[in-house]
């Protein structure tokens, strides 16, 4: 009965989560969709007021892969984050560099960074390349991923397919069962018993959209609760149904994988 005592536990190394790599990726594809973009829009033929079918698509694909890049920037090095600045202006080498945020531009794959000088002005540099600077906390950092892919495996989170994510440029997320639960699920039984024709997908994409409003403002020590008007499936009353809020909280809990919540689950 005892026999427990006796095991041993090997402990549970945490595993490196390298942020700069994934970041270098994604803006990767952000340039090489914008390029590819552009180039179709040269040859067109429909012209400067109308776009193609193909221009379309590819311009869809230019914003998901920019907000994709933007969100990997931000993992790495996120607003209020203090980094060290190794860049091509040497006079400016050294830490206590604050992050403003990434730039605003058409990949957000850049970053403006402050420096207090105890004068007048600050100083302030803006393009910087991601490559040029290393955030004070170890440039790659650890954590423990075992938690969640366990999670992922066991069915305690349940992830977002890629597809879904790219249609409005989300980046890695994954939900609670409850969250889901309440938030996305919807069965062909719902839509004849309430008479509003619903799909998972669709009920997915809502959240996603609504999460996304708010994605920039996530620290890892900083979730950010947002509300979304949906159709509960409780209390279905085919004469007497109506949306109501859902108040979710979105964390970035690993990386630049994100959870989505309902507010108050522990």
């Known amino acids: 009965m005892d026999s427990y005592k006796n095991q041993t536990t090997t402990p549970v190394e945490p595993v490196t989560t390298d942020l700069r790599t994934p970041a270098l990726t994604a803006r990767t594809t952000a340039n090489a969709t914008r390029a590819a973009w552009a ?20 311009g869809t694909a230019f914003s998901s892969a920019a907000a994709a890049a933007r969100a990997a920037y931000e993992a790495y090095a996120p607003a209020g984050s203090t980094v060290t600045y190794h860049g091509t202006k040497t006079q400016h080498h050294g830490p ?29 540099l803006s393009g910087v390349h991601i490559e040029w600077i290393t955030p004070s906390q ?28 790219a249609e409005i440029g989300f980046p890695l997320v994954a939900f609670t069962v409850a969250a889901w639960a309440d938030t996305v699920t919807w069965t062909d039984e719902d839509t004849t018993r309430t008479g509003i024709p619903q799909n998972e997908d669709d009920r997915l994409l ?50 630049p994988a994100f959870t989505i919540s309902l507010l108050g689950e522990d």
């Open 138 to 165: 170890d440039d790659v950092r650890r954590t423990d991923r075992r938690s969640r892919a366990d999670a992922l495996a066991d069915g305690t989170l349940i992830d977002v397919p890629q597809a879904l994510r």
């Open 39 to 58: 180039a179709h829009a040269r040859v067109c033929r429909i012209g400067q007021t109308l776009l193609c079918v193909e221009c379309e698509l590819l």
């Open 206 to 255: 809502d959240v996603l959209a609504m999460a996304r409003t708010v994605v920039r403002t996530v620290r890892h020590d900083k979730p950010v609760v947002f509300s979304l008007s949906r159709y509960p499936r409780s209390g279905i009353d085919g004469f007497d149904f109506e949306a109501s809020k859902a108040l979710l909280r979105l964390s970035l809990e690993d990386g």
């Open 96 to 124: 206590g560099w604050t992050v403003c945020g990434v730039t605003h531009c058409s990949c957000g794959t850049a970053y403006t960074i402050v420096r207090n000088t105890g004068h007048a002005q600050d100083d302030v």
